[in-house]
């Protein structure tokens, strides 16, 4: 599994005290988006001595399986490497066996995509113009598969977006999959 870690780690260590040079480590950016529209915005959500997602939830898929909900966490370095591509995970739930906590089968992705490629520490706070997919990676005979899910014009909201996720990590489809790499 990716590195990351567990919500209730994270400590802050200082409160809008408005003075950057006192933290330590790097920046850190998460892409937001906005309920019931086709933008989402960059924003500096903190510091980190080193990038990591962040560990929202687990869950049992089933006896087998389970399932990690991480909220993606970008450095600036990783948020240039990926700015051509204009596909910016947000969400990812990581499905693994129940005895395998390390190696990933499949990941259901929602992605923001930009509609323009931008240098995207230009647009820091400014909207972002797109569309969110929701996409199942895994492996397949040793190639990488990617199945488009869903397209949404504008975010349902996060409530709504977890509900779709989940439905779709206990989709019958997506659990043969799975059951064929195990």
């Known amino acids: 599994m990716e590195d990351y ?3 209730e780690n994270i400590k802050s260590t200082k409160i809008n005290s408005g003075y950057d040079e006192e933290y330590s480590g ?3 950016y998460q892409i937001q ?7 989402a915005y960059l924003i500096h959500v903190g510091y980190m001595d080193e990038t990591h997602d962040i560990l929202i939830k687990k869950f049992k898929i089933s006896a087998k399986y389970h399932c990690h909900i991480i909220s993606k966490i970008y450095n600036q370095k990783k948020l240039v490497e990926i700015e051509n591509g204009c596909v910016f995970p947000l969400i990812k739930f990581i499905i693994g066996l129940h005895d395998n906590e390390i190696k990933p089968l499949g990941i259901i992705s929602l992605n923001f995509r930009i509609l323009e490629p931008k240098k995207i520490m230009n647009h820091l706070t400014q909207e972002l113009q797109g569309y969110y ?3 199942f990676n895994f492996i397949e005979n040793n190639s990488p598969k990617i199945v488009d899910l869903e397209i949404f014009d504008e975010f349902p909201g996060q409530d709504t977006i977890f509900r779709i996720m989940t439905e779709w990590a206990f989709d019958e489809n997506i ?4 059951n064929k790499m195990t």
């Open 5 to 7: 870690i567990p919500i």
């Open 26 to 28: 790097e920046k850190v």
């Open 33 to 39: 988006p906005v309920v019931n529209r086709d933008i």
């Open 133 to 135: 997919t929701l996409k």
């Open 175 to 178: 659990l043969n999959i799975l």
